[in-house]
């Protein structure tokens, strides 16, 4: 039996390409995950691997989404393999149980988490730097400027935060935040 596996690290991330991808190769079964790589702990995929027996064959469209370390790929790779499961992951090939498959699966392997650690050292280094500017700010940008929020502030004096909200479009929740740091700023 074929079993697929999909990943994104995200909620926010969509699965639709890797499970169009799996179903093209003829998975029967596909096990899904919006969890982060760099934890052991992937639910689904512990399924999947508790499941599959000998035989069956292990789909994934990227080595990635299969393990981010190369110590945790080469293990479970071992592990399958002793049990006599087969893996395919679709942009490097099917992945034998030969001294030269492991080989290459190894150094993928190594390829796959040095990539993944030179993303993480380039957003540090991003972030190190932004971080030196005046206006940095950690998180999302805010939706909404100053002089928008100065404005429904002023509103919340002749109007209720209902119609404040509606005429603004700032929630009230955002309100209330924006209202209590600029009673904390005023306070020092």
Do not use: W
Request: net charge positive.
């Amino acid at each position: 039996m074929k079993y697929g596996y999909a990943r994104v690290s995200t909620l926010a991330q969509d699965l639709t390409a890797q499970i169009e991808e799996l179903k093209r190769e003829g998975c029967e079964v596909i096990y899904e995950d919006k969890f982060t790589g760099t934890k052991a702990d992937r639910p689904k995929f512990m399924e999947v691997l508790a499941l599959i027996q000998k035989g069956d064959t292990l789909v994934v469209t990227k080595l990635d989404r299969f393990a981010r370390s190369t110590i945790d790929a080469i293990q479970t790779v071992k592990t399958l393999f002793e049990r006599g499961v087969k893996i395919h992951i679709l942009n490097m090939g099917l992945v034998e149980d030969t001294p030269t498959g492991r080989l290459i699966f190894s150094v993928m392997s190594a390829f796959a988490e040095f990539e993944r650690d030179m993303i993480v050292e380039r957003t540090q280094e991003g972030k190190a730097i932004a971080r030196q500017r005046d206006d940095f700010r950690e998180g999302r940008p805010r939706k909404h400027s100053k002089q928008q929020v100065k404005h429904a502030l002023q509103l919340l004096v002749e109007h209720s935060y209902k119609e404040v909200e509606e005429m603004t479009g700032i929630s009230k929740r955002t309100l209330i935040r924006r209202k209590q740091e600029l009673e904390a700023s005023q306070q020092i």
